[in-house]
């Protein structure tokens, strides 16, 4: 047989079209000429040249999620926290200041309380369901504002318009990180936001297979500095955990609807069960921002259900044994039903005096509702009452 070269590849003609995107995970594309390679460079033409600079998969998945939060131009990263970190430290330097919610995701949290600071920039934690306490912390030197819609686990809701005005009127970055909410619940661009932020890993792919982010901006040239820092520090995310997501988001709209619809009948029924000393879901009456939540999250209260067991933890393990047909995992947004336990897992650095000022004692569970029959996950959580209750 005659040798033949390996480049460049030949794809059989087809006048046929896949009907889903191809998987292309190819790092390098090869040009023809250095002219044509000129022209990527400079904008002229649209081509690939290297998958860490960025490739087809990933681009068909940010186009999804641009349409999903409204915006142009945004970009897949390799996890949640590449999105955070592309924001905080790709448009920040030493000398600046930035303002965070007090009850962030533990990552995000962990940034700007040690890695920001180590690198000269100043960082401010406040709270969020308070415009004013934002307002308090603000200095001249203050570059952005980072906050989540709904906290973990406390589903307590941020004063997002608010906070929108002042950080318009002071002339400072507004940057949400809209995981736990997601754009069908609330779209953060709508409420003035300049930068919105995704664990894409959680309800966006939400089959637990893939670890991705998602930045988007209103302001082009703010994109293309997060874009650049991106790039050269390799948050580059893989074409098949970008294909996978495209996948998972085909449904998402689908899951929303089921994992909430199922979330709300639970937190009712919790609400109603001896050994529940408190149920926390956004749209109950009581919940302390259930107001907010009718304007702010149009009355939709997510998959996410908060409540805490009579006892400690004696009573918590008995219950999570037992309610063993649930996950018991510190993850989010699954089609599967997770169980996790802040005062052993996300929360288990702090105090036990700074847990108790949160709330979150050895009885508080935090639920992510999937897509399982309401009957039968209903049925699971009874099983580990009832063997809490006798513990
Ligand atoms: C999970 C999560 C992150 C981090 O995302 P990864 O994909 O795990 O890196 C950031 N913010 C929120 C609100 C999250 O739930």
């Known amino acids: ?21 191809p998987l292309m995970p190819s790092v390098v594309y090869a040009s023809t000429t250095p002219d044509e390679l000129d022209s990527q460079y400079e904008g002229r033409a649209q081509g690939y ?8 998969n990933a681009d068909v998945l940010a186009r999804r999620i641009d349409a999903l939060e409204g915006c142009e131009g945004g970009m897949v990263l390799g996890s949640g926290m590449a999105a ?12 600046d200041h930035v303002v965070g919610g007090d009850q962030l995701y533990g990552r995000s949290l ?11 920039i100043a960082t401010t934690m ?24 709904v906290s973990n686990p406390t589903l307590r809701l941020a004063d997002l318009d608010g906070i929108a005005a002042l950080c318009r009127e002071k002339g400072v970055l507004l ?22 932020l995704h664990s894409v890993t959680k309800l966006l792919a939400g089959h637990s297979d893939v670890t991705l982010g998602w930045i988007g901006a209103t302001d082009p040239d703010l994109m293309a500095r997060m874009r650049i820092f ?6 580059t995310p893989s074409p098949f955990d970008c294909w996978l997501a495209e996948r998972g988001l085909h449904t998402f709209a689908l899951r929303q609807t089921r994992a909430q619809d199922t979330a709300r009948r639970l937190a009712d029924h919790l609400a109603g069960q001896a050994g529940i000393a408190k149920v926390l879901y956004p749209t109950r009456p009581d919940h302390p921002d259930m107001a ?34 649930v996950a018991f995992a510190p993850t989010l947004g699954d089609v599967g039903t997770t169980l996790s336990h802040p005062a052993s897992s996300s929360h288990r650095a702090l105090t036990p005096e700074g847990r108790a000022a949160l709330g979150i004692t050895e009885g508080f569970f935090r639920v992510s509702v999937g897509l399982e029959d309401p009957d039968a996950l209903i049925a699971c959580f009874d099983a580990g009452f009832a063997a809490a209750g006798s513990a």
């Open 49 to 56: 040249t290297y998958a860490r600079e960025g490739h087809p």
């Open 230 to 235: 991106a790039v050269t520090t390799g948050m």
């Open 292 to 325: 907010r939540a009718q304007g702010l999250l149009q009355g939709q209260g997510g998959n996410m259900v908060s409540f805490v067991l009579d006892g400690g933890r004696a009573e918590a393990n008995a219950f999570a044994e037992a309610a063993n047909g």
């Open 110 to 120: 962990r940034m700007l309380t040690e890695d920001l600071p180590r690198l000269g």
């Open 175 to 196: 940057v949400v990180d809209n995981t736990f909410t997601t754009p069908a619940t609330v779209k953060p661009f709508e409420h003035g936001a300049d930068i919105v």
């Open 1 to 21: 047989m005659k040798p033949t070269l390996q480049r460049p590849v030949t794809v059989p003609p087809s006048l046929s079209t896949p009907v889903i995107t």
């Open 84 to 95: 955070v970190a592309a924001v905080l430290l790709g448009l920040t330097k030493a000398g």
């Open 126 to 149: 406040a709270q969020v369901t308070d415009a004013a306490s934002v307002a308090a912390a603000l200095r001249p030197e203050t570059k952005m504002v980072l906050i989540e819609v």
